[in-house]
């Protein structure tokens, strides 16, 4: 049963109240660029849409979605208009590799904050093929340290938010890649992170402008690291510096 949306023109479409575990194949609406499943009982996909079905908008937040099913080329669907694609509040145990660093096309945001997510799915059994993306939200899920494999891969990140995801360890493997410095705002709030790799700092990060180290377990203040900033205490910012870090 589809619901079609009265106040969206086509090709804009929405489900509502549709509470279902399988979701049928939508590939023959081939001109769907706008959906949203949230907060129905959504367990999988029959079909994936496939590379060439871009699908500009998606939500399915709030299901109980755990995997993606993919094309013969490992599309779930073609990522070349994406605006926000949201994931929260489903089952994922991996992030899926359904995107590509090497892609020209920028996306918007893709959320999986909320997930069960404690690792990286590598397409083929290679490689994570990394995303190009303004922001990425990974917020509360359980990753335990700070994923190598983002920026390893090429990815390119604008706003990387991985708060509440009980990081403890940060190896600085995880900062070696060459977009590393794509990334201008940094969440890194609420977790259990201790000390921060030697090779944080400007030369990683020159565009950095802001920065959230809050609710974490330092021993010490990491001056070095944030030499960069202008620090925000009780929530007024210093004179000097490039940016904003909360501590």
């Known amino acids: 049963r589809l619901i079609i949306c009265p106040f969206c023109p086509v090709p804009c479409q929405r489900m509502w109240n549709v509470l279902f575990a399988r979701t049928p194949d939508l590939r023959p609406m081939k001109k769907l660029g706008f959906l949203d499943m949230q907060n129905n009982q959504i367990e999988e996909f029959e079909a994936p849409f496939g590379k060439d079905h871009n699908l500009g ?74 995303l190009n993306v303004e922001i990425l939200n990974l917020s509360f899920n359980p990753l335990g340290s700070f994923p190598e494999c983002i920026y390893e891969s090429g990815t390119k990140v604008n706003y990387l938010v991985l708060r509440a995801c009980n990081i403890r360890e940060f190896p600085e493997e995880a900062l070696e890649g060459d977009y590393v410095f794509y990334t201008m705002a940094l969440d890194l709030a609420a977790n259990r992170i201790k000390t921060l790799p030697k090779n944080f700092n400007a030369l990683k990060f020159p565009y950095m402008s802001g920065l959230d180290l ?22 007024a910012p210093a004179t000097k510096g490039g940016g904003i870090a909360y501590l």
């Not at 090497?102 to 083929?124: A, M, V, W, Y």
């Not at 021993?219 to 620090?231: K, P, S």
């Open 57 to 130: 908008t998606l939500n399915l937040s709030n299901n109980h979605l755990k995997a993606l099913p993919r094309d013969d080329q490992g599309y779930f669907a073609g990522f070349e208009a994406v605006e926000t694609w949201s994931f929260a509040g489903n089952e994922f145990t991996e992030f899926p590799d359904i995107f590509d660093a090497d892609s020209p096309f920028l996306i918007g945001t893709i959320n999986f904050s909320q997930n069960k997510i404690t690792s990286f799915e590598k397409r083929g059994g290679d490689k994570f093929h990394g």
């Open 214 to 235: 809050s609710s974490n377990a330092f021993d010490g203040f990491a001056y070095r690291a944030l030499a960069w900033f202008a620090f925000c205490v009780d929530g």
